[in-house]
């Protein structure tokens, strides 16, 4: 039941990267631009906050982004947020494969991350 109510809710989010914008299930060619760009193949939305999607403090969430920003210095990425209603939260589009993506994922305990490979379309990856 509950992951259930989880992929309703992300596929119902918006997943913004600076000023560009994708929807699981739709292309995003402002993002495909970004990845040629940076000669990436795929990019992955990935936050570091709300593990498991358990709400947590902002300064906690606060910290475990600063972590994920660190971790992403030499990869290129652009920070963003997603969401719907009223839960947003602070996330990053990286320039990695969805692959790589799982393993950042589940270093911050993330349920799941937003895919897009260059020309096709957005898709959710449950990692745990």
Do not use: T
């Not at 606060?62 to 009223?86: C, M, N, T």
């Not at 393993?103 to 490979?117: G, I, K, T, W, Y």
């Amino acid at each position: 039941m509950r992951r259930a109510k989880l992929e309703r809710d992300y596929r119902a989010s918006c997943y913004n990267a600076g000023a560009h914008a994708a929807r699981i299930g739709q292309r995003a060619p402002a993002l495909d631009a970004l990845l040629r760009c940076w000669r990436a193949q795929e990019g992955i939305f990935i936050a570091a906050g709300n593990p498991f999607s358990r709400r947590m403090a902002a300064g906690w969430n606060a910290r475990r982004h600063a972590a994920l920003r660190e971790r992403l210095r030499a990869s290129p990425h652009v920070e963003g947020k997603g969401g719907a209603k009223r839960w947003w939260e602070a996330h990053c589009f990286i320039g990695i494969s969805a692959a790589r993506g799982k393993r950042l994922a589940r270093l911050f305990r993330q349920n799941a991350m937003v895919a897009l490979r260059r020309g096709g379309r957005a898709r959710l990856i449950w990692v745990f």
